[in-house]
């Protein structure tokens, strides 16, 4: 099946030679100039990456991506104009996978694109274990239901379902989990494990797969601690 592509940006001209590129690649693009229209078509049928303008004129890119960030951990891509942006971008909180800087190529956009779902590829559901990973559509579930999960939370816990039962110390999981790993603190590690926890418990009460070795790191396990 193709990849679906949603695409929110106000200037035609940029769309138009996007959405060609992309789709001379094979990909499904959806077309919106509006945030808030890219928002309700990304809830009624969730696509596989998102490419938001900055500028668009109902809202920032930045507003839709934090809005999306809440029930999702799909790759988002950023187009940016400015310097200021990029070091928004650039920034960690925003939840971006990566950005381009206009003017760009279309053909290095689709580069990026690619390079940015390689990333995101399926890994072998685990079904006897009630948790189930969708690494296209960037989403964990358990028990059927989508976890909500912030894009930390979601890397985390991909990290450890992709090899169960072997101990990540927390560099290691820095290093799958956080673009720039060196900027932040072992214990960070801790306390997302610790909100990762609190929410497989919410969606399951029988469901603490996270085991914690003391002075290594953690790992999956559906053995009884
Ligand atoms: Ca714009």
Not at 96 to 105: L, R
Not at 128 to 144: E, K, P, T, V
Not at 161 to 187: C, I, N, Y
Request: aromatic share 6%; charged share 25%.
């Amino acid at each position: 099946m193709n990849k679906r592509i949603l695409l929110a940006e106000d200037e035609a001209a940029i769309a138009d030679t996007l959405i060609y590129a992309l789709q001379q690649e094979g990909f499904a693009v959806q077309w919106h100039q509006l945030g808030r229209e890219l928002l309700a078509s990304h809830a009624s049928d969730p696509a596989d990456l998102l490419i938001l303008d900055i500028g668009l004129p109902d809202q920032s890119g930045f507003e839709v991506c934090k809005a999306i960030r809440q029930r999702s951990a799909v790759p988002v891509l950023f187009l940016t104009a400015r310097a200021a942006e990029i070091d928004r971008v650039v920034g960690f909180e925003i939840g971006a996978d990566d950005y381009v800087v206009k003017p760009f190529s279309p053909r290095e956009l689709v580069g990026r694109v690619k390079a940015i779902l390689r990333r995101s590829q399926p890994q072998t559901p685990l079904d006897a274990s009630g948790l189930r990973h969708d690494a296209a559509r960037a989403q964990i579930s358990l028990n059927g239901q989508v976890l909500e999960l912030t894009r930390y939370e979601y890397r985390l816990l991909a990290a450890l379902l992709a090899d169960p039962g072997r101990v990540f110390s927390r560099a290691q999981l820095m290093d799958k989990a956080w673009d720039e790993p060196e900027a932040s603190f072992e214990r960070t590690v801790d306390a997302h494990i610790k909100s990762l926890r609190a929410k497989l418990r919410a969606a399951d009460a029988d469901c603490d797969p996270i085991r914690t070795h003391r002075g290594l790191g953690y790992s999956l396990s559906w053995e009884r601690a």
